[in-house]
T-cell receptor, first 115, second 109 residues
Framework: GAGVSQSPRYKVTKRGQDVALRCDPI?????LYWYRQALGQGPEFLTY????????KSGLPNDRFSAERPEGSISTLTIQRTEQRDSAMYRC?????????????FGPGTRLTVL | GIQVEQSPPDLILQEGANSTLRCNFS?????LQWFHQNPWGQLINLFY???GTKQNGRLSATTVATERYSLLYISSSQTTDSGVYFC???????????FGAGTRLAVHP
C-alpha cells in the first residue's frame, strides 16, 4: 500500500479483556516494528520483525504482550487481560530492509484506552 | 544504551518567527530521523539526516555526527507547524529507534 496502515484507529476496552491491534506495512518492506507511546512521551520500542521472524522482543513489557507476523507482511500485536496501565498509543513502523541506516515510516497508530 | 535529549521541551512562537530545536545523543550513530507529531497524533517523517544539512521548504536540519547533535530549523513558522517534534536514533545493529522526549511547539497567529 501507499503507507503503513493500522486498525482499529481507536479501541476502548474494559480491564481484563484481550485486544488485537493490526498493522499493514508498506508493500515490499521487510522490517516491521511496534512501538508504544504514553501521553506526553516519545515512542518506545516493543518488538521487531525481519520478514516473519521476530528478531527482538526485548521491549515487550510482560508476557501479556505478544506479536506475530506469520506471512512476513501483516502483523498483529495482542494484549491479553488488559490493564489500565496498558492505555497508550500503539504505533507500527516499517522499513525497506531494516538496517541501521534505513528510514522508518510510521502508521497513524491505534489509541488504546482500558477502562 | 544510547541516550537522546531534546531541547527546549516547550516552545511558544508567534506566527512568522524562526526557531531552532536541538537533539543531543550520547553515542555515535549512523542514522538520525526527525519527526513531526501533528495535533491529530500522526507521526510524520521530516528528515533522514545522519550527517550534513538538508532543506525542505521552510524546514532544514543539520547533523554534526562527530559532536553528537542535530538541529532542526523552522523558519517563518505557521500555525500548522504546531505539534511535537521528535528526533530518533538507532540502537543496535538494526533500526530499533530510540526517541527523545520531544519539543512541544505551539505557534500562535
Amino acid at each position: 500500500g501507499a503507507g503503513v496502515s493500522q486498525s482499529p484507529r481507536y479501541k476502548v476496552t474494559k480491564r481484563g479483556q484481550d485486544v488485537a491491534l493490526r498493522c499493514d506495512p508498506i508493500s515490499g518492506h521487510v522490517s516491521l516494528y511496534w512501538y508504544r507511546q504514553a501521553l506526553g512521551q516519545g515512542p518506545e520500542f516493543l518488538t521487531y520483525f525481519n520478514y516473519e521472524a521476530q528478531q527482538d522482543k526485548s521491549g515487550l513489557p510482560n508476557d501479556r504482550f505478544s506479536a506475530e507476523r506469520p506471512e512476513g507482511s501483516i502483523s498483529t500485536l495482542t494484549i491479553q487481560r488488559t490493564e489500565q496501565r496498558d492505555s497508550a498509543m500503539y504505533r507500527c513502523a516499517s522499513s525497506f530492509q531494516g538496517g541501521a541506516t534505513d528510514t522508518q515510516y510510521f502508521g497513524p497508530g491505534t489509541r488504546l484506552t482500558v477502562l | 544504551g544510547i541516550q537522546v535529549e531534546q531541547s527546549p521541551p516547550d516552545l511558544i512562537l508567534q506566527e512568522g518567527a524562526n526557531s531552532t530545536l536541538r537533539c543531543n545523543f550520547s553515542d555515535s550513530v549512523n542514522n538520525l530521523q526527525w519527526f513531526h507529531q501533528n495535533p491529530w497524533g500522526q507521526l510524520i517523517n521530516l528528515f533522514y539526516i545522519p550527517s550534513g544539512t538538508k532543506q525542505n521548504g521552510r524546514l532544514s536540519a543539520t547533523t554534526v555526527a562527530t559532536e553528537r547533535y542535530s538541529l532542526l530549523y523552522i523558519s517563518s513558522s505557521q500555525t500548522t507547524d504546531s505539534g511535537v517534534y521528535f528526533c530518533a536514533v538507532p540502537s543496535g545493529g538494526y533500526n530499533k529507534l530510540i526517541f527523545g522526549a520531544g519539543t512541544r511547539l505551539a505557534v500562535h497567529p
